[in-house]
Nanobody, 125 residues
């Protein structure tokens, strides 16, 4: 299977910033979209930011639009999620996921083909 490894989760105060990283195999990125999902206690997973491997198009959920930015480094096969103006509502385990879909298609898919192990983001005073 394709292995996805997230890192960068931490505790921050409201208004703070974090950058999450998703390491992916360089030889298995073609034809896939990569995205970030999150799951808060008592809630279902939701797609928050996704990027297409083919054309670099992106998709964001309304709750994070304007605050989060997804990007990719083709040379290192790493996908990043820059999170600014963090709010307590952003507290969740964040997962990297991949599937043969468009960015929008991935972020709206409940069961992507590949998942990482997750990294905890906690936003509180």
């Amino acid at each position: 299977q394709i292995q996805l490894v997230e890192s960068g989760g931490d505790w921050v105060q409201p208004g703070g910033s974090l950058r999450l990283s998703c390491a992916t195999p360089k030889d298995r990125l073609a034809n896939y979209a990569i995205g970030w999902f999150r799951q808060a206690p008592g809630k279902e997973r939701e797609g928050v930011a996704c990027i297409s491997k083919s054309d670099g198009s992106t998709y964001y959920s309304e709750s994070v639009k304007g605050r989060f930015t997804i990007s990719r480094d083709k040379a290192t096969a790493t996908v990043y999620l820059q999170m600014n103006s963090l709010e307590p509502e952003d507290t969740a385990v964040y997962y990297c996921a991949a599937h043969w879909l468009t960015a929008q298609g991935l972020c709206n898919k409940p069961d992507p083909r590949y998942w990482g192990q997750g990294t905890q983001v906690t936003v509180s005073s």
